[in-house]
């Protein structure tokens, strides 16, 4: 069966360091991968995509890798803050009959401490 | 303000009363979801609309429907809620479901 794995265990860092976040995924062949983050109680929101021909995306200090051959994206905050602290969530959308499907993983919690 | 809207944000309702929760998009986006979010269980698609008039189910459909009349809204209605409907519920809207998709705010439903 299809699934999308997330480090259910916290991730805890110091302040300054880079945090790095672990997405894989088995059964799948997506086109394109997200990168959300959660704060508690409230709507995700949209950090990155990267799509399956892309290797490497940037974005200030985020930086996402995408290797369909491991079938693992890695998430990397560099000089991590306090204010990074959430739960951010991979989502792989895949190409089905009726058009894509966007399924997430579970998330793991990031905790920067100073 | 660009922006994805929800009502009720808190909800505490009784097994069987029929309820709606409304979600607004101003984006013109045509693809719209509801999700609901449960402790260990992550983000789990409920429903979702192509475009006006075209809904399909996701991974967790039961108890719940749907209408998509006019492109900026969604509704998600339970018609008769139970307790295992006691959850987290979010909708997103985006131009298509592989691009980035806007949360609302969420809406806390408590069904005893």
């Known amino acids: 069966s299809q699934k999308i794995e997330q480090n259910s265990e916290a991730l805890n860092i110091q302040e300054g360091k880079t945090a790095t976040l672990t997405c894989n995924y088995t059964n799948y062949s997506p086109a394109y991968l997200q990168w959300y983050r959660q704060d508690p109680g409230r709507g995700p929101v949209f950090l990155l995509l990267i799509r399956e021909n892309e290797k490497e995306k940037r974005k200030e200090r985020l930086k996402v890798t995408f290797d369909t051959t491991l079938k693992q994206s890695l998430f990397h905050i560099t000089a991590s803050q306090p204010a990074d602290s959430a739960t951010y969530l991979c989502?792989?959308?895949?190409?089905?009959?009726?058009?894509?499907?966007?399924?997430f993983g579970k998330g793991t919690s990031l905790l920067v401490t100073p | 303000e660009a922006q994805v809207t929800q009502n009720p944000r808190y909800l505490i309702t009784v097994t069987g009363k029929k309820l709606t929760v409304t979600c607004s998009q101003n984006m013109n986006h045509e693809y719209m979801s509801w999700y609901r979010q449960d402790p260990g269980l992550g983000l789990r698609q409920i429903y979702y609309?192509?475009?006006?008039?075209?809904?399909d189910k996701g991974d967790v459909p039961e108890g719940y429907k749907v209408s998509r009349k006019e492109k900026r809204n969604f509704p998600l209605i339970l018609e008769s809620p139970s307790p295992n409907q006691t959850s987290l519920y979010f909708c997103?809207?985006?131009?298509?479901?592989?691009?980035?998709?806007?949360f609302g705010p969420g809406t806390r439903l408590t069904v005893l």
């Open positions: 997103a809207s985006s131009l298509s479901p592989a691009t980035e998709q806007f």
């Open positions: 609309s192509m475009n006006v008039e075209v809904t």
């Open positions: 989502a792989l959308a895949l190409n089905s009959n009726s058009g894509y499907a966007l399924n």
